[in-house]
């Protein structure tokens, strides 16, 4: 958008302590749920919204939603292709993450746990596996998961580092979410080629939206919805 001379600003949850610098303006933090948003976007004349969280920001994407059909604001969601198993992929897919916590009932593994750290407290039943978490923030407190090797990290990443990082910790199974896109596929690649199962957690559903798969797309909606 800056190199398109396209105004705009960036609204993030906040969750990460350090976010890169963005050549647009920022604001951090929540909005009071859709109603607040809603405000806001009259507040700040917004004339157009891109929904581009992630792809299990599901609240944030209802309140968008809402709030865009509350003003009359167009909304576009920026929303990468979810994964798609390919040859050599021993993949289980489960509809959320208490389902993915009862796929490691099991005997004691070795499992990364590639869910960010939010949602750790559903996977505390599971207390017997050696947990590896890759977060992009050291976490502020004690984990809910007894037995957990924490490695600080920004992706994207590549198959060689995931590759040698999934080897170095003996990992035997891996939870994911169904993000998509390139940033975080590297460790899916890896689990292919080292033959490891992979747990994997499909989207939450959400309303019918406009959809965009790519910036290109999303800026051509924005060039003809300016007209320019």
Not at 5 to 16: D, E, K, N
Not at 29 to 48: K, N, P, S, T, V
Not at 187 to 211: C, H, Q, S, T, Y
Request: proline letters at 9%.
């Amino acid at each position: 958008m800056a190199e398109a001379g396209l105004p705009g600003i960036l609204s993030y949850a906040g969750r990460v302590e350090s976010p890169r610098a963005q050549p647009l303006p920022i604001r951090i933090g929540g909005f009071g749920g859709a109603e607040g948003l809603a405000d806001w976007l009259r507040a700040e004349g917004i004339g157009r919204v891109i929904d581009a969280t992630h792809p299990f920001a599901a609240q944030m994407s209802r309140n968008a939603i809402a709030a865009c059909a509350a003003t009359g604001t167009p909304l576009l969601a920026l929303e990468r292709p979810a994964w798609q198993a390919g040859e050599g992929d021993r993949w289980t897919h489960v509809p959320d993450l208490a389902a993915a916590a009862a796929q490691l009932s099991g005997p004691a593994e070795r499992v990364f746990l590639a869910i960010g750290r939010q949602h750790l407290a559903a996977f505390a039943d599971q207390p017997q596996h050696d947990y590896l978490l890759r977060l992009v923030d050291p976490p502020g407190g004690p984990l809910p998961l007894p037995r957990t090797v924490v490695e600080i990290a920004r992706g994207p990443f590549d198959v060689a580092g995931d590759t040698a990082l999934l080897r170095r910790h003996g990992i035997t199974r891996i939870v994911a979410k169904n993000a998509g896109g390139t940033g975080a596929e590297a460790k899916l690649v890896a689990a292919r080629a080292l033959g490891l199962p992979v747990v994997l957690i499909d989207r939450p559903p959400l309303p019918e939206r406009r959809i965009a798969a790519t910036v290109e797309e999303a800026l051509h909606w924005l060039h003809a919805d300016l007209g320019v």
